[in-house]
């Protein structure tokens, strides 16, 4: 067995990495290797550009790419690019869609789009006397970083605002440069973060040379310097409103103001219990998530920034609502998401070039609209087959597929395995010894 310690592995190339690692931790090399390289792409030019997103690749990952047609979306109709490994995630949402589609379809709004930043440091003296010398320091620090926000600027944004924090009460001599930005289609973090280092130095700059402050009292320590992750302002609300007669079947009304309050009871449940609320907010970001992903955005800062979203009066709750009044069911998602739709691995990728192309090359707010109208699909549809049929019957005839495809079986017996465990459990044996039975008696 070779060491399972290395120095240089970065140095070497990628068939090389390969070599290694599956000489090392693979029980049969030759077979392993083998199945990561038959993930490169075939293409060398594309296989570069891929291995350019990260470091010490050996090979690919593939997920699912799906499309979630019939999104209704403030009156413009959707197919939504997802990408996700669930089973059962696109599927709900395309039928949610279409369930809304014929009854108005997603309502969506975004409130703001600012982006936050922080420069912490540390220093000594009096928190007045910083203040009143603020606005010179915001001026210096504006000026100092305009050759980096001057093009953001001719897109119509850049830095909208810096404030002075005192946090010296929490840790001795801590303080805070908070600063807001608008960046227009892009996320923006690397303008920001690069924006922030340039304020941290002009920050120690200035406090150097600020004679109104003394000299015992001109230094900082600069402790970071980093954007935010959580965006509460970058709001973006959908809902879907129709009466509770309307959620049945057509003219099964009863059956629509029986589900309706089911399905308000519910998501009041995840408004109260955080075991419940997390759950259920998954399931929100089972959409989010599939279309960030799609649209190469990034999934961890969403996640990161929707659960301190979802925690922010001190306890863990729903991201979602549901209220009924005056005979209208009334469903809605409150989420911030920070995404862009240029800028970043949007173009890069060439499959998050052909989301933003399927879904009609989407400004950033657009994007965040139509992210959270699939986050309430995902929601509604969830929680609807739970208070419904449970969760179990949707994902057991995935499942059954799966296990179809894995022991290869004909079309024929697909019909005749739907059929018969459409009221029988599902498991990797049953449907074996199902399928033996069949072929026993008709021999594939
Ligand atoms: C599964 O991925 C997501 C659900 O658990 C969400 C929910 O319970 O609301 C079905």
Redesign the pocket.
């Known amino acids: 067995m070779q060491d399972k310690q290395i120095n240089g592995f970065s140095k070497k190339s990628k068939p090389g990495k390969l070599d290694w690692v599956t000489g090392v931790f693979c029980e049969n090399p030759a077979e392993a290797q083998a199945e990561f390289s038959s993930f490169w792409h075939p293409d060398e030019r594309l296989q570069k550009i891929i291995d350019g997103f990260s470091e010490n690749t050996i090979s690919n990952f593939v997920l699912p790419y799906g499309i979630a047609p019939n999104f209704l979306i403030n009156g413009k109709t959707y197919a939504v690019p997802m990408v996700i490994e669930?089973s059962?995630?696109v599927a709900a949402a395309s039928s949610a869609a279409k369930y809304w589609m014929d009854r108005g379809g997603f309502h969506v709004q975004v409130r703001d789009t600012v982006k936050l930043g922080q420069v912490h440091f540390l220093w000594s003296g009096e928190a007045a006397r910083l203040r009143a010398v603020f606005p010179q320091m915001e001026q210096q620090l504006r000026t100092d970083a305009a050759y980096l926000t001057a093009n953001m600027e001719k897109r119509g944004g850049g830095i909208t605002g810096i404030e002075l924090l005192d946090l010296s009460a929490q840790e001795p001599q801590l303080f805070q440069l908070k600063a807001s930005f608008e960046t227009c289609d892009s996320m923006g973090a690397n303008f920001i973060n690069s924006v922030l280092e340039e304020f941290a130095s002009s920050l120690e700059r200035f406090v150097e040379n600020c004679a109104e402050l003394p000299e015992n009292e001109r230094r900082v320590e600069v402790v970071m310097a980093i954007l935010s992750n959580y965006t509460p302002d970058c709001l973006v609300s959908a809902w879907v409103e129709c009466p509770v007669d309307a959620l049945g079947d057509p003219g099964k009304a009863e059956e629509g103001r029986d589900m309706a309050e089911r399905f308000r009871r519910a998501v009041r449940i995840?408004q109260i219990d955080p075991w419940r609320a997390t759950?259920?907010n998954?399931?929100i970001m089972?959409g989010i998530d599939a279309v960030v992903l799609a649209t190469a955005n990034d999934f961890r800062a969403v996640e990161a920034c929707a659960h301190t979203y979802a925690a922010r009066d001190g306890q863990y709750r729903s991201l979602s609502d549901c209220r009924i009044e005056n005979g209208i069911f009334h469903f809605r998602l409150d989420i911030p998401l920070a995404l862009g739709s240029v800028g970043g691995l949007t173009k890069l990728h060439p499959l998050a070039a052909r989301s933003l192309e399927i879904l009609g090359h989407p400004s950033a707010e657009e994007l965040m609209m139509i992210t959270a109208a699939v986050g309430l699909a995902q929601?509604f549809a969830?929680?609807r087959?739970?208070v419904t049929t449970g969760?179990q019957k949707g994902h057991m005839r995935m499942h059954l597929m799966n296990i179809l495809n894995h022991i290869g079986a004909a079309e024929a017996e697909v019909e005749a395995a739907a059929a018969h465990f459409a009221d029988q459990t599902v498991s990797f044996s049953a449907v074996r010894d199902f399928i033996d039975q069949l072929r026993a008696v008709q021999p594939a």
């Open positions: 669930e059962s995630v995840a759950t259920h998954k399931g089972n929601n969830a929680v087959s739970l969760i």
